[in-house]
């Protein structure tokens, strides 16, 4: 049992000392970067342009600022109303997988049941068996088979004209 507690006390040092240098490793790209950062901001300061750089003037050499260009960001909500969109009747794991798959969003499935759950209180969504519908295509769906089926139940009002 000794030789057991021994082991394992070793194999912990071992293992804290293996992530002590993983984060060294990890850190040492950044690190570099931050000392030149620092650097230079040290010599804004000195130079007295501090005050005027950050008084709201745009630096020329920043990054573009976010939202202004590029894709919408979507909600979970708006990626699961567009999954169910294109598949009905997906269980939660499946629209889990797709957001992930789709847009790479990494979504647990208990976090898409609780998402549907909310719309389906909003009345957006409903529970279809083992899976999920969206409401709005549903009843857009069910207008048109009624169309369908009250064209079929009418009789037709053309006339046949024997010999013709």
């Keep these: ?21 993983a984060q060294r490793r990890a850190q040492a790209p950044f690190e570099s970067e ?4 620092i650097l230079a901001l040290d010599a804004l300061k000195q130079a007295g342009m501090a005050e005027r750089l950050s008084a709201g003037e745009p630096a020329t050499f920043a990054p573009p600022t976010p939202g ?5 960001g979507r909600t979970t909500r ?10 009905p009747g997906l269980n939660e794991a ?18 898409v ?4 759950e909310a719309m389906e209180m909003e009345g957006l969504t409903r529970r279809s068996g083992p899976g999920w519908i969206r409401l709005t295509e549903q009843a857009e769906e069910h207008v048109t088979e ?16 024997p010999g013709h």
């Design 1 to 21: 049992m000794a030789t057991t507690y021994q082991y394992l006390l070793r194999r912990k040092a071992e293992l804290e000392t293996r992530m002590i240098e």
């Design 34 to 37: 931050l000392r030149a950062i």
């Design 68 to 72: 202004k260009r590029g894709r919408r």
């Design 78 to 87: 708006d990626m699961i109303l567009m999954t169910l969109a294109q598949a």
């Design 94 to 111: 499946e629209i889990a997988r797709q957001l992930d798959h789709r847009w790479s969003r990494p979504v647990t499935p208990v976090a």
């Design 113 to 116: 049941g609780r998402e549907l």
């Design 146 to 161: 009624e169309h369908v089926e009250d064209a079929e139940e009418r009789p037709s009002l053309s006339l046949a004209v």
